[in-house]
């Protein structure tokens, strides 16, 4: 399982401090959708300058105008895109070709999606990645679950990440759903031992996966 951390509602200053002291613990950066509205697609060069070797996920969170922003994203130096999945057809096609294009990827969010007819459906349009997700908003008043994962059951040939204010004490019932990659955001960068953190989830989820 790899570990995708998102950089959001930070300074710039802030996001390289943080990926300065965990980088090496970690497998995928995220460009969150905050900084790349607060600061524009610049940041994602910015962050894949210093990162060359990292794959970076923008979190564009496309929702229409599929071929421009994806184009965006790939020409800011992103290696992956998201687009979300209650998108038109049309929208997730047209980034689907660009990625092929470009030789990168498209990642399908998944947020407020409880259909899984819908995944049917993206898997016929071609989707490989999907993001099940728990929103900020959704977190004010619940935790992540593991019951969110009946979504993408039938779906064995998806690559799934998850992402929603995944934590310390979250983590071992996201980690038991054995997903391709744990995004990680506030429970890292929201502290000062934001090393500290990123060390015992690794530790968790390498425990996790020598056992099983
Ligand atoms: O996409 C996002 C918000 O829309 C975040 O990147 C994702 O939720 C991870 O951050 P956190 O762990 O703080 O929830």
């Known amino acids: 399982m790899k570990i995708q951390l998102a950089l959001d509602r930070l300074s710039i200053g802030r996001c390289f401090q943080i990926l300065n002291e965990s980088v090496d613990l970690i497998d995928w ?14 940041i994602i060069r910015e962050i894949k300058d ?5 794959i970076l996920v923008a979190d564009m969170k496309t929702c229409d105008a599929g071929k421009y922003e994806t184009i965006q994203a790939f020409e800011a130096g992103a290696d992956i895109t998201t687009v979300m999945a209650f998108s038109t057809n049309k929208t997730i096609l047209d980034s ?3 990625a092929k294009d470009y030789k990168k990827r498209v990642m399908i969010d998944l947020l407020g999606m409880n259909d899984s007819r ?3 459906g993206l898997s016929a349009l071609g989707v490989d990645l999907v993001s099940l997700h728990f929103g900020k908003d959704m977190q004010q008043e619940g935790e992540i679950q593991k019951d969110m994962f009946f979504l993408i059951k039938a779906f064995p040939h998806f690559e799934v990440t998850v992402a929603g204010g995944i934590n310390l004490e979250s983590l071992p019932r996201i980690v038991e759903q054995k997903p ?3 995004i990680i955001g506030s429970a ?4 000062n031992n934001c090393r500290e953190v990123t ?3 690794k530790e968790m989820i390498d425990c996790y996966e020598k056992c099983h």
């Open 118 to 120: 819908r995944l049917k």
């Open 199 to 201: 060390v015992r989830m």
């Open 29 to 42: 950066i995220e460009v969150g959708t905050g900084l790349i509205k607060q600061y524009g697609v610049g």
């Open 96 to 98: 689907i070709k660009i």
């Open 188 to 191: 890292i960068t929201g502290v």
């Open 50 to 54: 210093v990162y060359p070797d990292k």
């Open 180 to 182: 391709d990659t744990i």
